[in-house]
Every structure is written in structure tokens, then in C-alpha cells.
């Protein structure tokens, strides 16, 4: 499945995403590919926002439809 | 425009592989540092966004540095002198690479540096030795200044100090900064920078690829995939970009598992708060709240009661009076320099009033919100809980930044649309900030006048330019070609903001606002002086008539607050002030100057960073719209 299934609460692995610009970003903020992340919030059609340890990103609704996870 | 001279000035240094002559490039704003002789070292102050940076430059160096912390608002390099040492801020980054602005002036300065004084938040471990490691890869000397321990230790954090120190291999201090502790230790550690633990892998593959064990600062950012330091180190660049950033979070990974232990895993009140900004049943009523509080400062407590003040009693009342006395003594009343000087449009009359009266305590209000919410944490959380609004005008929520920004200066906000992610969003965004965005002296002057006429008008008012801002987006976002970026920020932890960062902060953009307005309503002054003396303004009211009179139904006198528009559009708009509107002539009048022609200095920046195709384009788009809708607004309303 892709990001922008998931519902707050749930906590995923990221699998695999598309964009290299993104991906180079998303290492550096600790949530790259292979990692755990829980879904701190989601706002509707909007952004959603992940979490690892006390990291906190937003990410974009288009950009989450281009990151596949799976549930943990 | 700062970050331009620093690029240049840091360009031309790195260019010049001998470091001492390249010393002489680097002064820039007036900051410019003497290097007499071939000592002292340099020592670089990396950090990621939001760590504190600017508080440990004062501390070292004593010389006041603007403090904007979000992406983009600056890209501007500090620098000063500590003992023998000169000492360099770079902006805030995530990583060295040359992914914007802020990357690419960060990256030029860390390849010189001697040394690096790298600050990591110690509640934000996972994200900021990401770039400590990068740092170590680089070869460079570095010593790790762990700010904020307060807040780790608060929120349950416990960090194995020694443990973190063996594995990087670098002093680590810890450090509250904004309370002065452990900055004495920070100094005493600074002569004990050494460089830390190189990822073995790297080093086997820095082997293979390149035949050395010790790489620089261009060899690692060469395999990093950086073209521009592959040319500079003479090693071909590796696409190798992926394979190493995830080796080093890997490693960064397993070190912050062996030195941090989370006792609570949450992070108090800040962070339930943050919750409640993004999301939208809390937010937008948080936003509506940050609002009515910013209407309730500026549009309230100094547009009527302090500026009813100062230009009003003091200005227009005593000022105003004595310097044309002063003027009356030595000039004949009716000649052209008298007229230029103390006349209805004079330099030192006019001029002085709406610049120090008027503006001057509106801007420092405006700038003083900015400045809170910037160092508190909320412009990010804003920007996520506006993403979904945003991309229906093909922007996405960090766009928020150049659009708050312009209600600041649209000039800094053109500046800034740089921070967007592609040419696309760049156009659509200086499109908005040119035709819909009032500067807040524009804001200033529109909102003295609105609270004059109640809080109906002020709704109409911002309804019908919301409504403007929401249908040229949408157009512009139909009509462009390509592909916008998505919003992908990090949430820094909520910060009650220092007061001294903020009053600083505030009267470094009030100090640029004035040198910037000052000279331009200057001109603006003598521009209106000539066409009132030599008869000009009479026959461009003539001209305009059929336009302000007859289409716009307003006084013949308003077309002066236009060809002032031409100048400053606040300046048209304090032009209005004076003169004798019904309130639903005023309406129009200042929906029409809302929507008018930039400000000259904008245009200027519009020009540089868009191009004068493009420029030109909005600037006819916004003359052309500002008296089509103010027009059919007028006939609307006006006549029923």
C-alpha cells in the first residue's frame, strides 16, 4: 500500500520511494526506506505527518501516494 | 540580497585555493573582517535549523546576527572575530549538498574551514547527527556542542555522554545556551578539535574509488555525487549519493541506540500543542485566534491609538508646524524649492511624517509578530495545516512562508519565492504577491483606514481579496504548464521564542525596511512635488478622470494616490488618508491600490529573479486588473 492509506495511529515501514530528491531528504530526516514510522496525524486530503523517535515530519498528500509501506 | 553578496564574496574565495588572499573576499555588509597576516583559524558554526546557532555565534563573537530560522528567510552569513580566530555562521541545513541556497553557501564555507563547531539539539539526536557524521566523513577537526540538555533531561531523555564522545570521536559538550551553561567549557574544548571517526566502509570505498584513506571535504561530497567539488578535488563524481547517506544513517542509527535512552517516548504540553495547530478542527480557530490577536496589535493598539500619536500629535501637530516655520524664514513660500522641501508633498514634511509617524511604528508591530512566530516553531505547523488549501493554487503549505512574508515586505517575499521547489511555483507565487499581498505598511495604512469605517467593511474588504488571491491561483494553476512539488518539512519542537532573539530580530528588518522605503518615498516626494509644480499632477488627474471619476467614481484628488502608487503602493494608500471618501469610496479606492503595481523595489527584485518577460507580465497584469475590479466593484456597489 501507499502513505497516504495509512490512518493516525498506525505505525509502517517505508518500502520504497519514488522520487531521488525526496529519498535523499527523507534519509537525512531518519525516515528512509526500511525504517519505522508512526502516523502522528493526518489531516484530510492534506499532509501527513510521521514520526520516529522524537522526529516529526509532514509530508505532503501527492508525495504519500508515491511512498509504498507495509504495516508493521 | 545578502545571501547574494555572501555567495559571491564565498565564490570567489573558494575559487582562490590560497586561503589567505582569499580572506580579503569574504567582508560583505559591513561586517568585513581584517585579516592582517596569515593567523588565526577559521572556525565554521554548522547546525541544523532551530539548534540554537545564533546564540552561540553572540557568545563568541559579541556581534549582533539575524536569527531567521526558517528555511529560506534569509541565506546570509555572519561572521566576527573570536581572540586570534575569525569566526563564521552558515545557515541552518539538514545536510551539506547542494540541494538550495542555504546548502550551496553552507557547503562552500565548511570546505574552507579549519575547524567546524558543529551545534546538535540533544532532543533531536536522530535528525541532527545525521550532518555531525557527515561532518566526520569530511575529515574535518570538529568539536559537538549538545545544546539544550535542559529540555532532553525534562523530556526523559538520558544520553551516555562518554559513549557518544567514543563514538564519534570528537568532544562532545553539552551546553544550555540561552542560559549560558557550559559555553565556558564549549571554549576551553574548542583548542581540542580533532577529527572524529570515519565510517570504515567509507574509507574502504574512498580506497577503491579513489585511491585514498583520507578524504577531504571535496573528496567526500565528489562521491557524494557533487559535480562541482568533483571539479575542484580533481576526482570524478560518484553516484554513490544513495548507498552512503543510507551507510551513515544506518551508523547514526546504531550510535544514538547505544548512547540515548527515551524514558517517556513523548514530548509534554509543546507537543500536544503542535497536534493542535496542524490540526485542522484546532487549527484553523488557533489561526483565526493568532489573527485577531495580530489585528488586535497592529490594527488596533498602534494603527489607531499610537499612530493617532505619533503623526497626528506629534508630527502633523508639532513637528509638521515648526519645520515649515523653519523653511518660512529662509524661502519664499511659493518658490519650487520651499514647495519640494516643506510643501503638501515635501521631504521634510510629508516624507518624515508617514515614514516615522506612520510606518515606523507599524512596521516594527508587524515585524515583531513575524518574528515570534518564526522563533516559537508555528511558521512550519502553519505550513502544514494550509498544504491542502495551497495546492489548489499549485503551491504547496511551505509557500505560506513568501505569502506571510509579503504581508511583511513583498520585496523580501520575491527574494524568498527561491525556497520553492520549481519555476512553476515561483511564477505562480510572485504572481500572488504582486496583485493580492499588501507589504505591512500598505496593511498599515488599509487597516488605520478600515477600523475607521467598522468591522464590516474590514470583512468585505479581506473577502473580496481572498477571493481574488483564491481565483487567480486557481487560473494560474490551470493555465501553467509542468508539475508543482509536494511539501515535505520538518516540525521543530515548539519553543516559548527569547526576547531578546525577537527584539533583535525586529529591528534588524525594521533597520532594512527604512534604508530600503526611506530612499524611495524620497523619491516618490520629489516626483510629486515636480508634477505639482509644474502642473503635472493637474493634468494627469485630468487624464485619469474618466478612469478614477468616471469608472472608479472617486474624487478627481485620487489619481494622486495612484501616480503615488506607481512608487510604493502604501504610499498611495496613505495618500487616501487624507482625503474626503465616502466609506464605500474608500472600499474601492483600496481594493484598487491593493491590487496595483508592486512597489518600485519589488519590481526591481521581480525583474532580477524572474526576468523582465515575466516582470513585465505581472506588472501590467496587476495595473490592468486593479482598475477593471476596482471599476466593476465601484459601479457595483456604488451605484446598487
Same mark, same amino acid.
Not at chain 2, 503542535?274 to 488557533?286: A, D, H, Q, Y
Not at chain 2, 472608479?552 to 512608487?567: C, D
Given at each position: ?72 | ?87 563564521? $555562521? ?6 551539506? +549538498? #547542494?540541494?538550495? %541556497? /542555504? &546548502?550551496?553557501? =553552507? !557547503? ?105 584513506? $583520507? ?6 561530497? +565528489? #562521491?557524494?555525487? %557533487? /559535480? &562541482?567539488?568533483? =571539479? !575542484? ?408
Amino acid at each position: 500500500m501507499t502513505l497516504d492509506m495509512v490512518q493516525r495511529g498506525d505505525t509502517v515501514r517505508i518500502l520504497k520511494i519514488e522520487d531521488p530528491q525526496v529519498r535523499f531528504q527523507a534519509i537525512r530526516f531518519g525516515i528512509g526506506e526500511g525504517t519505522d514510522v508512526r502516523c502522528a496525524e493526518k489531516l484530510p486530503a492534506g499532509p501527513i505527518v510521521l514520526r520516529r523517535g522524537r522526529q516529526e515530519i509532514a509530508i505532503g498528500r501527492d508525495i504519500a501516494r508515491t511512498i509504498s509501506v507495509e504495516a508493521v | 540580497m545578502h545571501g547574494h553578496h555572501g555567495q559571491h564574496g564565498l565564490q570567489g574565495a573558494v575559487a582562490t585555493p590560497i586561503r589567505g588572499s582569499a580572506h580579503g573576499h569574504h567582508g560583505h555588509r559591513g561586517h568585513r573582517v581584517d585579516h592582517d597576516g596569515a593567523a588565526g583559524r577559521w572556525i565554521v558554526l554548522v547546525g541544523n535549523p532551530n539548534t540554537g546557532k545564533s546564540v552561540f555565534f553572540n557568545v563568541l563573537t559579541g556581534i549582533y546576527v539575524d536569527v531567521s530560522n526558517f528555511p529560506g528567510t534569509t541565506v546570509d552569513v555572519s561572521q566576527g572575530r573570536w581572540e586570534d580566530d575569525l569566526i563564521l $555562521d552558515t545557515p541552518g541545513i539538514y545536510g551539506v +549538498a #547542494a540541494f538550495n %541556497d /542555504e &546548502e550551496r553557501v =553552507a !557547503r562552500d564555507i565548511i570546505v574552507q574551514a579549519d575547524m567546524v563547531l558543529n551545534i546538535v539539539d540533544a532532543v533531536h539526536m536522530e535528525r541532527d547527527l545525521f550532518l555531525t557524521q557527515q561532518l566526520i566523513d569530511m575529515g574535518i577537526p570538529l568539536v559537538v556542542a549538545l545544546n539544550m540538555m535542559d529540555e532532553a533531561e525534562a523530556q526523559g531523555l538520558k544520553i551516555d555522554l562518554k559513549q557518544l564522545e567514543e563514538s564519534l570521536g570528537v568532544p562532545v559538550i553539552p551546553t544550555v545556551a540561552v542560559k549560558q551553561q557550559g559555553m565556558e567549557a564549549l571554549k576551553a574544548a574548542i583548542p581540542n578539535a580533532r577529527r572524529g571517526q570515519i565510517d570504515p566502509t567509507l574509507v574502504t570505498k574512498l580506497r577503491s574509488w579513489y585511491g585514498t584513506d $583520507d578524504p577531504t571535504p571535496e573528496i567526500l561530497l +565528489a #562521491a557524494e555525487g %557533487d /559535480e &562541482e567539488m568533483a =571539479a !575542484r578535488c580533481g576526482f570524478p563524481a560518484m553516484a554513490a549519493r544513495e548507498e552512503l547517506y543510507l551507510h551513515r544513517r544506518q551508523r547514526v542509527n546504531d550510535l544514538i541506540a547505544r548512547a540515548v535512552t527515551d524514558t517517556r517516548g513523548e514530548g509534554g504540553f509543546g507537543e500536544t500543542l503542535g497536534r493542535w495547530m496542524i490540526r485542522p478542527l484546532t487549527g484553523v480557530p488557533f489561526l483565526a485566534g493568532v489573527l485577531v490577536l495580530l489585528y488586535l496589535l497592529i490594527g488596533s493598539l498602534i494603527a489607531q491609538q499610537i499612530v493617532g500619536f505619533t503623526e497626528k500629535t506629534v508630527m502633523v501637530g508639532v513637528y509638521e508646524p515648526f519645520v515649515r516655520g523653519l523653511v518660512g524664514r529662509v524661502l519664499a513660500p511659493d518658490s519650487p524649492l520651499s514647495v519640494l522641501l516643506a510643501g503638501e508633498f515635501g521631504l521634510i514634511t510629508m516624507t518624515v511624517t508617514y515614514i516615522v509617524g506612520l510606518l515606523l511604528p507599524l512596521v516594527i508591530g508587524f515585524y515583531l509578530a513575524l518574528a515570534v512566530m518564526e522563533d516559537s516553531g508555528y511558521l512550519p505547523r502553519l505550513a502544514t495545516l494550509v498544504d491542502r488549501a495551497l495546492t489548489g493554487f499549485g503551491l504547496n503549505g511551505r509557500a505560506i512562508v513568501p505569502l506571510i512574508l509579503g504581508l511583511g515586505c513583498v520585496t523580501m517575499a520575491t527574494m524568498t519565492t527561491r525556497i520553492l521547489g520549481s519555476q512553476r511555483e515561483r511564477r505562480i507565487a510572485v504572481a500572488l504577491l504582486g496583485l493580492t499581498i499588501p507589504c505591512s505598511a500598505q496593511l498599515a495604512v488599509i487597516t488605520a483606514m478600515l477600523a475607521g469605517l467598522g468591522p464590516g467593511y474590514a470583512a468585505l474588504y479581506t473577502f473580496i481579496i481572498v477571493a481574488i488571491l483564491v481565483a487567480v491561483g486557481t487560473v494560474l494553476n490551470l493555465l501553467l504548464p509542468g508539475k508543482s512539488t509536494g511539501l515535505l518539512i520538518d516540525l521543530p519542537p515548539l519553543r516559548v521564542p527569547r526576547p531578546i532573539n525577537v527584539v533583535k530580530k525586529t529591528l534588524g528588518k525594521v533597520k532594512m525596511f527604512l534604508s530600503d522605503a526611506g530612499p524611495l518615498f524620497a523619491l516618490g516626494s520629489i516626483l510629486l512635488s515636480v508634477l505639482q509644480i509644474s502642473g503635472g499632477l493637474q493634468g494627469i488627474q485630468g487624464l485619469l478622470a474618466p478612469l478614477t471619476v468616471g469608472w472608479m467614481q472617486l474624487p478627481r484628488e485620487a489619481s494622486t494616490a495612484f501616480v503615488m502608487g506607481f512608487v510604493r503602493r502604501d504610499f498611495g494608500a496613505a495618500g487616501l488618508l487624507t482625503m474626503q471618501l465616502t466609506p464605500m469610496q474608500t472600499l474601492v479606492a483600496l481594493i484598487t491600490l491593493t491590487l496595483f503595481v508592486p512597489c518600485i523595489a519589488s519590481v526591481m527584485m521581480l525583474f532580477k529573479e524572474r526576468g523582465w518577460r515575466e516582470a513585465v507580465v505581472v506588472w501590467v497584469g496587476c495595473l490592468v486588473s486593479a482598475f477593471v475590479v476596482g471599476g466593476a466593484l465601484s459601479q457595483l456597489l456604488i451605484r446598487g
